[in-house]
């Protein structure tokens, strides 16, 4: 019965081990690297880092385009001794991603200051000089980097901010202490956990079946509009944040809405823009900001 089993077993898993997909295996490696600090570590020495400093991505000018340098272990090592900085900073860097070869992705703050290390921010003049890029507030390199990029600095922007403001526990007020990947910060007095931050927003096209509503913010540059956004409430469906917000913001009242689509914003924080189309009653078009 046992010999059986072993059996079973060993062919079910040998056909589970041929069918995992390239997504499912990196996807569980990604698992394993946010939950064993030593195999987060192990990554460092094959991983690829990239460099910011206050939030702004390093990066390099490609026919029009920008692209965002990676660094290697030993390349970073070399780069902290030269601007006399101890590599116990390389502690404070956050897993990104990684590829489909299980090459772990990781991103470093050089301009904040460091939690695990008394060293303060790098110089970042003399930084662009020596890594030949600049570091470019990303909201305004985003049209200028491929998708992928873009959304990896996304997280990375996203996932260095929420360490960088949430260093201390709220109950104890003692300093948290991140993992290696910087997916949670644990607070050592009391042990509270502490997981990065998303604000769900929703964000709605609304139309009365033959002209959109677009808006704007004061503080919008000239020109720009965009559809009606707000953040959820607690308690509140993504059904009825949407009825909100549109009766809030342009005294409309929704009849129906439609899910579209989701993206990842990180500025200012981190939240999650839940995308629709509503559409408002006949005749009840009158807008009222
Ligand atoms: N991708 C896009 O095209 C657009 C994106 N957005 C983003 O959508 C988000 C929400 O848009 P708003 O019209 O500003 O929201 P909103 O209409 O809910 O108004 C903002 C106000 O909501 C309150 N608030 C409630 N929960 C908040 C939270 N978790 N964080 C910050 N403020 C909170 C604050 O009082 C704040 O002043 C912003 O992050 C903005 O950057 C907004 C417009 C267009
Ligand atoms: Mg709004």
Known sequence: MFLHCGIACRRKSFWCYRLLSTYV??????????????????????????????????????????????????????????????????????????????????????????????????????????????????????FQLNEKDTSLLFTARALLRWHDTHQFCSRSGQPTKKNMAGSKRVCPFNKIIYYPQVAPVVITLVSDGTRCLLVRQSSFPKGMYSALAGFCDIGESLEEAVRREVAEEVGLEVDKLQYS?????????????????????????????
Not at 99 to 120: K, T
Not at 266 to 272: A, K
């Open 261 to 289: 689509a989701s993206q990842h914003w990180p500025f200012p924080n981190s939240s999650l823009m839940i995308a629709c189309h509503a559409t408002v009653k006949p005749g009840q078009t009158e807008v009222s900001p």
């Open 25 to 142: 295996s990196k996807t569980r490696y990604l698992f394993e690297l946010k939950e064993d600090d030593d195999v987060c570590r192990k990554a460092q020495q094959t991983g690829a880092f990239y460099l910011f400093h206050n939030l702004a991505p390093l990066l390099q000018t490609s026919e029009r385009q920008y692209l965002p340098p990676r660094l290697s272990l030993s390349q970073l090592e070399r780069l902290l001794g030269k601007f006399g900085q101890d590599t116990q900073r390389i502690e404070d860097s956050v897993l990104i991603g990684c590829s489909e070869q299980h090459e772990a992705w990781f991103a470093l703050d050089l301009g904040l200051n460091s939690s695990s290390s008394i060293s303060a921010s790098l110089q970042k003049t003399e930084m662009e000089t020596e890594l030949k890029g600049s570091f470019i507030e990303l909201r305004k390199a985003v």
